[in-house]
């Protein structure tokens, strides 16, 4: 797994969240896996509609969320426009 700089966290934590899309992108699970923390908790909004919302916890639970995106979706774009973060989160607009 690449190390980020600590100097400035919030440039350390999108720098992080690029690598997870262009993982995405590439369909990369053992990528994108690397670079959740083992204790990540993963959220869609829940909707009658689509079996992956909810919220997941750990490794095992996005594994689960993907299978269910997976069996459900089908993704046609996969864009990051604008990257929203601090010290401690991101948000992605796209």
Do not use: C
């Not at 690397?34 to 990540?40: C, F, G, N, R």
């Not at 750990?58 to 299978?67: I, S, V």
């Amino acid at each position: 797994m690449r190390t980020y700089e600590p100097h400035n966290p919030a440039e350390n934590n999108i720098a992080i969240v690029r690598h997870l899309y262009a993982a995405f992108t590439r369909r990369d699970v053992e990528a994108i896996v690397t670079l959740l923390s083992p204790d990540v908790e993963w959220a869609e909004p829940s909707n009658p509609f689509n079996p992956a919302g909810g919220t997941r916890y750990g490794h095992a639970g996005f594994l689960e969320w993907l299978r269910f995106g997976d069996d459900s979706e089908e993704i046609l774009v996969l864009e990051p426009g604008k990257f929203l973060a601090d010290q401690d989160s991101v948000a992605v607009v796209g």
